[in-house]
């Protein structure tokens, strides 16, 4: 009967596509349609992603906020770098791209609107610290500049932006030393905000909202046992080696789906695989807003696009010079560059005010579809 209600639970519905993982391996070692595999492979994803983020969460509480902090970075987005590295070993570096700008937007546009509107629904306005939020996307619109700068870069050159229907581009090895440079930069900041939101300035933030990296404790209310440091770990290790298995199947599957489904590869990396990444995630920050935390809310959006910007894709950057057939390159296409840039300034006036109403969620929301459809149209 516990068991039953956690299922069902906020928390919990996640678990429930764990049979999708053992079907996912079967259609794979069968040959199944690369159709059928690619969807029940991201949605096997899902599962993998809530575990892993349920053990780190766990390991995070009985660590503290310096070490919590730590784990966030190695493990809060692993998922997503893991699906990533998988597709830099096969050579697709525009999906590789495609996904961690589909990340950003969907963290400040959807996952920010829905809370905004789910969590507005019924209330005048909600309120949240607009110092703390402010400090976030401050950051990340400064690592908006530094991923939109090669880009320039090989524009004012005369080489090009990438196309949407693109799945690798050889660069310059001038622009690939010049991504490595960014990424070092971005890495440095991003270890700087962990400073920052942890220790010199731990007051604006709430040690457990930074520690987990937006996940939330919610236990009371669901009456789920606390898990021992070991059982944490020996989960997220079963959950590093499912997330591998998923990640590979998905990857392999991309092109032959997207070719059969009708759809380019660019909105499948930018849309599909960077919602299933987050999903488990994505619904926490929905649940918790319709609680009235919109601080918490915030922060899972806004803090998760940061670290992408600043700690995943420099990763990335960094492993391409040793995965795949050449190094990766912080080069964006244009649907790329000019979404980045508009979802930023969006996210700054956003949290500038402190305050939301379920209407500018829905704003957010509007906005994200027509970037959706624009990709969409984009790749065909």
Request: proline share 4%.
């Amino acid at each position: 009967m516990q068991l039953r209600s956690f299922l069902t639970s906020g928390q919990g519905w996640p678990y429930l596509l764990v049979p999708f993982i053992p079907l996912a391996i079967v259609l794979d070692i069968i040959g199944a349609s690369p159709i059928a595999i690619f969807f029940i492979s991201a949605a096997g994803v899902i599962p993998t992603a809530a575990l892993m983020g349920r053990a780190t969460e766990e390991l995070a509480h009985r660590s503290g906020p310096g070490i919590g902090g730590l784990l966030n970075v190695t493990f809060g987005n692993a998922p997503e770098i893991i699906i990533a590295l998988f597709a830099l070993g096969s050579g697709l570096h525009e999906v590789v791209k495609a996904s961690l700008i589909g990340s950003m937007l969907g963290n400040i546009l959807l996952v920010l609107g829905a809370s905004m509107f789910v969590g507005g629904l019924g209330r005048e306005r909600q309120r949240f610290d607009r110092t703390a939020a402010s400090a976030q996307s401050s950051m990340l619109l400064l690592a908006a500049v530094a991923l939109v700068m090669p880009a320039i870069f090989e524009l004012v050159a005369g080489n090009g932006l990438p196309l949407p229907g693109d799945e690798i581009r050889d660069y310059p090895s001038d622009v690939e030393h010049l991504s490595l440079a960014v990424a070092i930069v971005l890495m440095a900041t991003y270890a700087g905000g962990l400073v920052f939101s942890l220790k010199t300035h731990r007051d604006l933030f709430n040690p457990d909202y930074a520690a987990l990296g937006g996940e939330e404790e919610e236990e009371e209310e669901e009456h789920v046992e606390p898990w021992t440091i070991r059982k944490s770990i020996i989960m997220l290790a079963i959950a590093g080696v499912a997330v591998g298995v998923m990640s590979e199947i998905l990857v392999g599957s991309i092109s032959e789906a997207a070719e059969g489904i009708g759809l380019s590869e660019f909105f499948i990396g930018a849309i599909v695989v960077a919602i299933v990444g987050n999903a488990a995630e994505h619904w926490v920050a929905v649940l918790v807003a319709r609680k009235d935390k919109m601080d918490l809310a915030v922060n899972i959006a806004i803090g998760s696009s940061a670290q992408i910007a600043l700690f995943a894709a420099p990763l990335l950057v960094l492993c391409s010079f040793f995965i795949g057939p050449h190094p990766m390159a912080l080069v964006f296409n244009g649907f790329e560059v000019g979404a980045l840039v508009l979802a930023v300034m969006i996210a700054n006036h956003v949290t500038n005010e402190g305050e939301s109403t379920w209407f500018e969620g829905l704003q957010l929301l509007a906005v994200y579809v027509v970037l959706a459809l624009t990709f969409l149209f984009a790749g065909t």
